[in-house]
């Protein structure tokens, strides 16, 4: 692949669960939520919100209801995403909007130097309930997904996630 | 913002809808497919599948099912992003991965100097059977979104998107 068209800062993010005991800058959490808030949306509706998370007790609490969570207790911030329904295009596009919205966060973490995991929480309504009553939710805002962030304490090779068998052709194609 | 915090790829991204009447090459669209395929998915299920389209005629049948892609016909490709029942992790997840891999998409194409629309599909029940039809999709693929993809014709300012009265400290806080 040539230089010019060089995608490693997609290619080499991974989810990173062990962290440094190093407390991350109000910089680089700013230049996260900004990634975040820099996401398409659709209709440009940016139905979102962030809550950014480093009292410790809340962690504590956030991995009492959620199962994959404990490397919380390790991590210098999290930050929760939530969408809300009226701000967003119509049902079901907050969703879609704040998984993008996640996804460029995760991208500006590794681009930075920090690491980061995408702890699932939508569509788990069991999980969405308990954690809009962690943090106190309004009715209309939704917890979609929390993201862990820390200095990482670990590396990870490349993957090999390239599949050309999921590549079709003008239309579908059985493999 | 410092240089070694630039996440301009990111915030320089914009929706582009006009372009060169130029094909992109098949490298160019292997990146973007690639960037595709190392998004995170729930439980690493990679539960998608990419439909790469140049012929002219299935953009115009698109076009007639899909009221805002009217800029596909100075389109040099599309891809159609399908999510896969018998690949997810559970109901709703392949709809958070696309959205996921969809993004990535959008960072590679305008990293590698494309331009590209995210052309919603999901979560419109009626545009996504309509869509099944025209390419044949089994029963379990359903279509998530549709990115056009050319090289562009026009350029934007970075917009303000920036919202702190979005952000909250540990908990919801009315702003």
Redesign the interface.
């Given at each position: 692949?040539?230089d010019?068209?060089n995608?490693d800062?997609?290619?080499k993010?991974r989810?990173i669960r062990k962290y440094k005991n190093k407390r991350i800058s109000d910089?680089?959490i700013e230049?996260v939520?900004?990634?975040a808030?820099?996401?398409?949306s659709?209709v440009n509706r940016?139905p979102?919100?962030?809550?950014?998370?480093?009292?410790k007790s809340?962690f504590n609490k956030f991995m009492e209801i959620h199962p994959h969570s404990t490397f919380l207790k390790d991590a210098s911030h999290a930050i929760l995403i939530c969408g809300d329904e009226k701000l967003h295009h119509?049902?079901?596009?907050w969703?879609?909007d704040c998984?993008?919205a996640?996804?460029?966060m995760?991208?500006?973490a590794h681009?930075?130097?920090l690491g980061a995991c995408?702890i699932?929480i939508?569509?788990r309504e069991d999980r969405k309930k308990l954690i809009k009553e962690l943090?106190?939710?309004?009715a209309h805002?939704h917890a979609f997904a929390m993201v862990s962030l820390g200095y990482p304490a670990t590396t990870y090779d490349l993957p090999e996630?390239?599949?050309p068998e999921?590549?079709?052709?003008?239309?579908?194609s059985k493999k």
């Open positions: 692949m040539a010019n068209i995608i800062w997609i290619l993010r989810s910089e680089e230049t939520l900004k990634a808030m820099y996401a398409p659709a940016q979102w919100h962030y809550i950014v998370i480093d009292d809340i119509g049902d079901g596009y969703i879609v998984a993008a996640t996804e460029n995760l991208l500006a681009h930075i130097g995408w699932g939508h569509p943090f106190q939710l309004p805002v996630r390239f599949k999921r590549i079709h052709k003008n239309t579908w």
